[in-house]
């Protein structure tokens, strides 16, 4: 299975956009992009997810290279709410290995 | 329309003793996981089960069983806890349909918070 590579922590002020990198370089053909993100205490909360093409929903957008080898998820006007640790996963859509894999995740601290 | 229900929220056990720790879902969905949570880490898939009637395990099964008991309810149990299985445990649903290319998120609950002494 393809790994990810975040970076510990980064921060952002309120009302602007956090831009969380993730690095998959292995990533396989058939293996998609997907982001969640975990607020203190509670349970993961599914973002977003892309297989190459650029994606936007009501929360955010993922932009991936063309390569395929790293991806940017944008918070397009960060709040306090946004606070949180925020996990980039690669796995296949289908099949015995569908399943999610969780690493330690890069943790947003949106300041006021 | 709850989602993911789990129980109890916390629990206290002694080395030794037994649980089970329920998980219930309403939202019809045929797969279901059990992941544990340490402190400072992410999660770690311990079973799954993709779809009523089979379970399979994850990364982290040593010391624990499941029971798909039908489409709704997943069971997580420590036969004989230990001080390593102190823990955060989620139990998560989707609509996964295996062999398909569709996706469906990964739905979870509020946490299990286990402490063993």
């Known amino acids: 299975d393809a790994k990810t590579t975040q970076p510990p922590s980064m921060d952002c002020a309120e009302g602007r956009a956090a831009n969380l990198p993730c690095n998959h370089s292995?990533?396989?053909?058939?293996?998609?992009v997907y982001w969640y993100r975990q607020i203190h205490s509670q349970g993961p909360q599914y973002i977003i997810h892309?297989?190459?093409n650029n994606e936007t929903n009501e929360m955010a957008s993922l932009i991936i290279t063309e390569d395929r080898k790293s991806s940017t998820l944008i918070l397009p006007h960060a709040t306090l709410r946004d606070t949180a640790v925020y996990y980039c996963?690669?796995?296949?859509?289908?099949?015995?290995?569908?399943?999610?894999?969780f690493g330690k995740g890069i943790t947003l601290s949106v300041r006021p | 329309n709850a989602g993911v229900t789990q129980t109890p929220k916390f629990q206290v056990l002694k080395t030794g003793q037994s649980m089970t720790l329920q998980c219930a879902q309403d939202?019809?969905?045929?797969?279901m996981y059990w992941y544990r949570q340490d402190p400072g880490m992410g999660l770690r898939l311990i079973y799954y089960?993709?779809?009523?009637?089979?379970?399979d395990k994850g990364e982290v099964p040593n010391g624990y069983n499941v029971s798909r008991l039908n489409k709704r309810e997943f069971s997580l149990r420590l036969e004989s806890a230990a001080p390593s299985q102190t823990s955060v445990y989620f139990c998560?649903?989707?609509?996964?349909?295996?062999?398909?290319?569709?996706?469906?998120?990964?739905?979870f609950g509020p946490g299990t918070r286990l402490t063993v002494t």
């Open positions: 996963i690669v796995r296949v859509a289908w099949g015995a290995n569908s399943k999610l894999t």
């Open positions: 089960s993709a779809s009523e009637g089979t379970t």
């Open positions: 292995t990533i396989s053909g058939n293996e998609y």
């Open positions: 998560a649903s989707s609509e996964d349909t295996w062999g398909t290319d569709a996706f469906y998120e990964q739905y």
């Open positions: 892309g297989l190459k």
């Open positions: 939202m019809n969905h045929n797969s």
